[in-house]
T-cell receptor, first 115, second 114 residues
């Protein structure tokens, strides 16, 4: 079974600075997808970014980018120019390409943004 | 707004009772997933339906059941409720099975069992 580990329960960053959230996963599969979801205080789960394992290029969405290291099974999220609205719980998630879509989530990292 | 709707937003009930949570997927989405978020278990996959048929099961208790109707909305039924069933229940939808499947989440139903 696949597992996802987020080793940082809490992180903090100053507004306008850059922060990196870590995620590692364990799988024996070669084809899969990785995601970062954001959960603000409203509790809504919001997709931030996704990465296909067969693509070597790291995904980027505006201020959000990932560092995908397939051999190391590492998938970190970098948030540049942090904003107060980025404060939330961030979840890393794994989905096998061969499954029917079940997401396996990490434990989450609470990000605090200081003004 | 993801386009996925869930009702009710909040539900307070007593142990031993039965409740039904409802989910309407995004327009055109055929696949519905249910997840449970609790403090001790984190976010866990419960069950998936695709176009009315059950496709995958996760850590879903026997006291829980779900179905997807012809109009594609889904219901999650929780019975013989226990204190430990208190959690946030999410529904997510995606447009199809396959490689480009991305799940979009509803706002969740917060269940409190007293």
């Amino acid at each position: 079974a696949q597992t996802v580990t987020q080793s940082q329960p809490e992180m903090s960053v100053q507004e306008a600075e850059t922060v990196t959230l870590s995620c590692t996963y364990d799988t024996s599969e070669s084809d899969y997808y990785l995601f970062w979801y954001k959960q603000p205080p409203s509790r809504q789960m919001i997709l931030v970014i996704r990465q296909e394992a067969y693509k070597q290029q790291n995904a980027t969405e505006n201020r959000f980018s990932v560092n995908f290291q397939k051999a190391a099974k590492s998938f970190s999220l970098k948030i540049s120019d942090s904003q107060l609205g980025d404060a939330a719980m961030y979840f890393c998630a794994y989905r096998s390409a061969g499954s029917y879509g079940k997401l396996t989530f990490g434990q989450g990292t609470i990000l605090t943004v200081h003004p | 707004d993801s386009g996925v709707t869930q009702t009710p937003k909040h539900l307070i009930t007593a142990t031993g009772q039965r409740v039904t949570l409802r989910c309407s997927p995004r327009s055109g989405d055929l696949s519905v997933y249910w997840y449970q978020q609790s403090l001790d278990q984190g976010l866990q996959f419960l069950i998936q339906y695709y176009n009315g048929e059950e496709r995958a099961k996760g850590n879903i208790l026997e006291r829980f059941s779900a179905q997807q109707f012809p109009d594609l909305h889904s219901e999650l039924n929780l019975s013989s409720l226990e204190l430990g069933d208190s959690a946030l229940y999410f529904c997510a939808s995606s447009d199809r099975l396959g490689r480009t499947d991305t799940q979009y989440f509803g706002p969740g139903t917060r269940l409190t069992v007293l």
